[in-house]
Nanobody, 125 residues
């Protein structure tokens, strides 16, 4: 059974940092693009960041560029999202996802084949 399990969410003050992790099991994603998306209450799920299979290509939403960094450890089948300078508008459920048909950096939720259940990030003033 393929699973993506996110962790590292929580409550943080504005300006603070969090590091999210996504551990995959059931298959190796070392050859696949993996990304992070988020969904705030009452809003659609949106792209945050994506990394290609080798870690040589990354793409970020403009809203997080310069503050968030995506990385991966293929030996651990894990992808990370380092979030710095957090803002209240970053509050959302953050989801990890994998696209098994792309070796590039897809940014559409519709491209993703596997999803985690999400981890809540709350940023207070």
């Amino acid at each position: 059974q393929v699973q993506l399990v996110e962790s590292g969410g929580g409550l943080v003050q504005a300006g603070g940092s969090l590091r999210l992790s996504c551990a995959a099991s059931g298959r190796s994603f070392s050859g696949d693009a993996m990304g992070w998306f988020r969904q705030a209450p009452g809003k659609e799920r949106e792209f945050v960041a994506v990394i290609n299979w080798s870690g040589t290509m990354r793409s970020y939403a403009n809203t997080v560029k310069g503050r968030f960094t995506i990385s991966r450890d293929n030996a651990k089948n894990t992808v990370y999202l380092q979030m710095n300078s957090l803002k209240p508008e970053d509050t959302a459920v953050y989801y990890c996802a994998a696209d098994i048909s792309s070796r590039m950096v897809p940014t559409s939720p519709a491209s993703m084949d596997y999803w985690g259940k999400g981890t809540l990030v709350t940023v207070s003033l």
